[in-house]
């Protein structure tokens, strides 16, 4: 067993602790309440016993999938997140449980459907829902049931969806702004975008385009499939075009598959990751080298080390962890379902109904420094509201999490000039 899997391992459990104790909602959802997830009596693992419980459901790449390094970092920040706003006092008269309802997705359509259908009815709300194929995959009945749910990831089409709560910029706009970058940095003449056939790697791959042909540059556009295997394609297409830059959107271990195995073959172009590619670990392995020399990294927000009050915040709560940026997107994430709780037990009104009301509403969102507020606006057309601000990085093997910004929030001319009419990928 190798330290990483140790470590993944110790980190799962962490993960998962308390569901063999309250799978079955005892004195939970099943008991009397005003809404589906909402209950007058306490949570199973209550702060203030003297509160009712409201169940958030969480759907994650926990064991098996190609992210699950990513999402079980991802999940424990988010119950750090709930745990930090219970001790606070709670919301209303409410504590929150997003243990209880916490579910393996695999990042797999078919046993995220699964799992979705066996919680759906007993949680208010979805504290996280990981992935954008396996979001896209329950939202017509999100939408059917007014329920509102946090996706964990960044595709343009969650600005046209009311009840989907989004933070940071689209892989849309990062591609843009990646480009944009490139083209000043780099005076790039031609890009490809390598991405699996998907949302997510459609989205980016979307920007990247939009971007090129705003700059007049010659753009191809290689999908890819999950798994090292999958890779032969798009690494004989890099090795033969040999474009400038490569936009990548893929897993951890499929980006260093990718890189590495070109870079062997003679490729030594420059990457731009879109950030669930990255974790620190693949500075370790055998593309390591090829990853410090040829690729950077695109990201909603700062990282992990990052001096913020809410970043502060994140790293107390969660106490001692292997650093990870996979931290901070759960943690960051979950700040617009709080403040839209909140604007509904002050509307008194918690129910899915009243959440969806409340989202319309919401026009900015306290981010505690990881975000500016006018990030989290939900009350306006998708192109007005729209955060269109990413940061670049680069490994650093002696930065905490192996990335240093190399380039501030910015939003490139690409995004700012974009109206943002449709989902850049459908």
């Excluded at 975000?371 to 306006?380: V, W």
């Amino acid at each position: 067993m190798t330290r990483r899997t140790r470590r993944l391992g110790s980190l799962l459990t962490a993960v998962v602790l308390g569901l063999s104790g309250c799978g079955n909602a005892s004195g939970g959802a099943g008991g009397p309440g005003v809404a589906p997830g909402v209950t007058t009596k306490p949570c199973p693992h209550a702060v203030n016993h003297k509160h009712g419980c409201i169940y958030l459901g969480s759907l994650s790449d926990l064991t098996a999938g190609p992210f699950t390094p990513v999402a079980v970092p991802v999940t424990r920040a988010q119950q750090a997140f709930w745990n930090r706003v219970n001790e606070q006092g709670g919301i209303g008269d409410y504590d929150i449980d997003v243990t209880t309802y916490l579910r393996d997705n695999k990042y797999d359509v078919p046993t995220q459907v699964q799992r979705y259908q066996e919680i759906k009815d007993k949680v208010l709300a979805f504290a996280q829902t990981f992935g954008s194929p396996t979001t896209a995959a329950i939202l017509p009945d999100l939408r059917a049931t007014k329920t509102v749910a946090v996706p964990l990831s960044w595709i343009s089409q969650w600005k046209f969806e009311d009840n989907i709560l989004e933070s940071g910029a689209s892989y849309c706009f990062e591609s843009m702004n990646s480009v944009d970058y490139a083209v000043d940095t780099y005076g790039i003449k031609s890009v490809m975008a390598v991405h699996y056939a998907s949302d997510y790697g459609g989205d980016a791959s979307a920007g990247a385009k939009i971007a090129a042909r705003a700059h007049k540059l010659s753009f191809s556009d290689q999908p890819t499939g999950q798994g090292k295997d999958q890779q032969r394609a798009a690494i004989s297409a890099l090795v033969k075009a040999k474009p400038d830059l490569v936009i990548l959107t893929t897993s951890p271990a499929d980006a260093a598959a990718v890189v590495g195995q070109a870079a062997a073959r003679g490729f030594h172009g420059r990457y731009i990751g879109t950030s669930p590619s990255w974790t620190k670990e693949l500075l370790k392995g055998p593309a390591g080298a090829a990853l410090k020399a040829q690729y950077l990294v695109s990201a909603p927000w700062k990282p992990f080390a990052t001096d913020s009050p809410g970043h502060t915040a994140m790293r107390r709560a969660i106490g001692q962890v292997d650093p990870s940026d996979s931290y901070t997107s759960g943690w960051t994430f979950s700040y617009p379902l709080k403040a839209i709780l909140q604007k509904a037990a002050a509307d008194k009104d918690l129910t899915r109904a009243g959440l969806l009301k409340a989202v319309k509403e919401v026009s900015t969102i306290d981010y505690e420094g990881i975000l500016p507020t006018k990030a989290g606006n939900f009350a306006g057309s998708p192109n007005s509201t729209a955060f269109r601000q990413t940061v670049i990085g680069r490994p650093a093997p002696g930065e905490y999490t192996g990335i240093k910004v190399v380039k501030d929030f910015f939003a490139g001319p690409t995004a700012q000039a974009y109206d943002l009419k449709a989902p850049c990928y459908r």
